[in-house]
């Protein structure tokens, strides 16, 4: 916890910048009837009945001292799509740095293995060489700025039923660059002097002997 807070105090570096990742997922949700549009005095009112189609993976890579995201919906979330995801990051998106600090929690994709399952070593090495991984603690998922930005798309695009994968995506990322224009940060106020007031009981007792 207290390496993550740490992270979160540098100062901004274009050539480290610090990015969060998380990753969610998202139900396709499909009407069998036509919603009755919203009049005046009425709501728009929708079928309790629905087909289901399938589920989605969201990754969110989020700079918070730069206001920039990354969403990318995928059909599932393997090692595979995780290691392309970093790789488009690094190379789309962060050509020109010398090393992304990533904070990210301990799933068990979320490893620079991945980037070795799926691709050839040399290029497993230059990706994994760009990356400087800071894990969030077990039950700790709530230190991952990323996770709150995920939690703001949910309640703020994604809360009604959307059918497809290729209308999530596009959804998602008009949320994504109307936020990147506004250059929407983070101001995170949480110190390693916070926790350890206020975490106080998770720390192992220490006595002076």
């Known amino acids: 916890m207290e390496e993550v807070l740490t992270v979160y105090t540098q100062p901004y570096d274009p050539q480290r910048p610090v990015v969060c990742f998380d990753e969610t997922s998202k139900q396709l949700i499909e009407e069998v009837r036509h919603p009755i549009v919203m009049e005046p005095g009425q709501p728009e009112r929708y079928d309790t009945e629905y087909k289901r189609n399938g589920v989605v993976n969201i990754f969110m890579g989020f700079e918070p001292l730069a206001g920039k995201r990354l969403i990318e919906v ?6 595979a799509d995780f290691a392309q995801y970093i790789k488009t990051l690094l190379d789309e998106h962060y050509p020109h740095v010398q090393t992304i600090v990533l904070v990210m929690d301990n799933l068990n994709t979320h490893t620079k293995a991945s980037l070795y399952e799926a691709f050839p070593p ?3 090495k230059r990706l994994a060489d760009k990356l400087e991984i800071h894990y969030t603690p077990l039950h700790g998922s709530w230190l991952n700025m990323a996770e709150i930005e995920l939690s703001h798309l949910s309640r703020q695009c994604l809360d009604r039923r ?9 959804e998602a990322t008009a949320w994504m660059n109307q936020r990147n224009q506004k250059q ?12 350890r007031i206020k975490l106080k009981r998770l720390y192992p007792a220490y006595h002076a002997g």
């Open 122 to 124: 040399e290029e497993a």
């Open 74 to 79: 995928t059909n599932r979330r393997t090692k």
């Open 184 to 195: 929407t940060k983070m101001d995170w106020r949480f110190t390693v002097e916070d926790a």
């Open 162 to 170: 959307i059918d497809s994968k290729e209308k999530l995506q596009s």
